[in-house]
């Protein structure tokens, strides 16, 4: 089971950092993913980061936002700098796009 936790309302150019926690899952041999789902909007791919600590940003939040792995806490972060209104949304982290968190809110006014 996932859980994601760190949304909240911010203003514009703010910061808000995101965890996603396990339990009774190993993240260590997985690759960890956020999306985000604006409403009205299709659910899009944030950030990833594999096993091995590669990591891949959409275009849209690169240099702002920067995913992270602790393997021995067994939770990932993300970490968003620089928040603009259109990074609204529901976040979602997901184990190799099989298991899914419940989604925490982001609401940034601008």
């Known amino acids: 089971q996932l859980q994601a936790c760190g949304g909240g309302l911010v203003q514009a150019g703010e910061s808000l950092r995101l965890s996603c926690a396990a339990s009774e899952i190993n993240f260590e041999d997985y690759a960890i993913g956020w999306f985000r789902q604006a409403p009205g909007k299709e659910r899009e791919k944030v950030a990833r980061?594999?096993?091995?600590?590669?990591?891949i940003y959409a275009d849209s939040v690169k240099g702002r936002f920067t995913i992270s792995r602790d393997n021995a806490k067994n939770t990932v972060d993300l970490q968003m700098n620089s928040l603009k209104p259109e990074d609204i949304g529901v976040y979602y982290c997901?184990?190799?796009?099989?298991?899914w968190g419940q989604g925490t809110l982001v609401t940034v006014s601008s």
């Open positions: 997901t184990l190799a796009s099989v298991y």
């Open positions: 980061i594999t096993s091995g600590g590669s990591t």
